[in-house]
């Protein structure tokens, strides 16, 4: 079983709609995530690290199952530009490697 | 702060050739760490480092060495380039504390092996 598993997709959702996938790790003693965004051939940059609970920053949402060893991302009023990639990232420990789930695709449509 | 910086953005390479790609950081960071991302796939992690003087191999480290002589660089050569070896290639920085875990990506290298 891989340590960090995403539903590739692609997620197609009409602009305005709201879209959540989630993300399976399989190490109980994970700490941290994060989830990056991905464009096309260009480098992850960081949408948001979630320590406790959740977080949320305006549109997105994220939300972490320690009992079921899940975190999610929910995406409201998706617009046009939010098609990418997202990337479920996972930290064991401090020192530890970040395991990187392979991705999801959004697509959002006109 | 620039961030992570990484030169070249594109390479062509004649199979046996050898390079390196250079990486830096200005965030003082003392984790360090490359992957590469071939279309379709995720990143795959090739060496890492957690501070001077300390790396470490990835999943996929064959063909590749590093070093780190400074916090700042952290320069991956690839020794005989392959075919195999065309790929886009991210160096990332992050700390080891609180909230210091977030990584930061460079732009990339994309690197052709004929």
């Known amino acids: 079983r891989k340590e960090v598993e995403q539903d590739p997709g692609p997620f197609n959702v009409p602009e305005g709609a709201t879209v959540a996938f989630n993300c399976t790790y399989s190490?109980?003693?994970?700490?941290?995530f994060f989830w990056y965004r991905q464009d096309c051939r260009k480098e992850p940059k960081l949408l948001m690290s979630v320590y406790s609970s959740g977080n949320e920053d305006g549109r997105f949402t994220a939300q972490l199952n320690r009992a079921s060893q899940y975190i999610s991302l929910l995406i409201r009023d998706s617009k046009l530009s939010d098609s990418a990639t997202y990337l479920c990232v996972v930290l064991t420990d401090s020192w530890g490697k970040l395991q990187f789930g392979a991705g999801t695709q959004v697509v959002v449509t006109p | 702060n620039a961030g992570v910086t990484q030169t070249p953005k594109f390479q062509v390479l004649k199979t046996g050739q050898s390079m390196t790609l250079q990486c830096a950081q200005d965030m003082n960071h003392e984790y360090m760490s490359w992957y590469r991302q071939d279309p379709g796939m995720g990143l795959r992690l090739i060496h890492y480092s957690v501070g001077a003087g300390i790396t470490d191999q990835g999943e996929v480290p064959n063909g590749y060495n590093v070093s780190r002589s400074t916090t700042e660089d952290f320069p991956l050569r690839l020794l005989s380039a392959a075919p195999s070896q065309t790929s886009v290639y991210f160096c990332a920085s992050r700390g080891i504390s609180g909230t210091a875990y977030e990584q930061y990506f460079g732009p990339g290298t994309r690197l052709t092996v004929t």
């Open positions: 190490n109980s003693a994970s700490q941290s």
